[in-house]
């Protein structure tokens, strides 16, 4: 799963021929043509949600927050999914204080069940509940289950995290791994996944659960 905000950075993973979910986050400069783009390229999109986080330093103008109404989850995932019309499914960006919030997940999860959405738990805090509101609600879920790829934007670093999620594959049945639209999470994915497939892994989207 690979998180782009630029045309020019997706364009360059269209190279690697391989079936990467691309999450977007909205309300950015080419949100909706990225989007729409992916899509027209067979890839999976997910939309990249923006939830409040327990630093949240620098807030998204648009995100969900903790204590919000119903009606005000509704409206904000509604006009988020017009801006990145081809999802497929929901990650959260951010949102280590949001998804620790039962009642704000618990209106979340119905609202994507009701448009056949699924739902990624980027798992940004061990706190977290969305995975399980997910479930509770029927919505197909799954959960980052091996570490961020690129915290370190380094090719080599990141080349061991990938080596670390295909053997969480291996050892767990499937994992869910997330990295960043960075020149070296390129370099290396492009070195690794060839390597892994012939290892016998098969790589698939999301919506394939």
């Given amino acids: 799963m690979i998180w782009v905000t630029t045309k020019r950075r997706l364009r360059l993973f269209f190279s690697l021929h391989y079936p990467l979910t691309i999450s977007v986050l909205p309300y950015h400069a080419h949100s909706t043509e990225i989007a729409e783009e992916a899509q027209r390229r067979g890839l999976e999109v997910m939309l990249h949600l923006p939830m409040r986080a327990i630093a949240n330093e620098t807030p998204e103008a648009h995100q969900l927050e903790t204590g919000m109404s119903s009606e005000a989850v509704a409206r904000e995932l509604s006009e988020m999914l017009e801006n990145v019309p081809t999802a497929d499914g929901v990650n959260n960006h951010e949102g280590s204080l949001a998804t620790a919030d039962a009642k704000l997940m618990g209106e979340l999860m119905p609202l994507l069940k009701q448009r ?61 791994a997330i990295g960043h639209p960075h020149a070296e999470t390129l370099r290396a994915l492009k070195e690794e996944l060839p390597r892994a497939e012939a290892e016998g892994v098969r790589w698939c989207w999301c919506r394939s659960w």
């Fill in 116 to 176: 056949d959405l699924f739902f990624v738990d980027s798992r940004t805090t061990a706190a977290t509940v969305a995975f399980e509101e997910a479930e509770r609600a029927g919505v197909r879920s799954g959960f980052r289950n091996v570490p961020f790829l690129d915290d370190v934007q380094d090719v080599a670093a990141i080349r061991k995290e990938l080596e670390l999620a295909i053997r969480g594959a291996k050892e767990k049945g499937a994992a869910i």
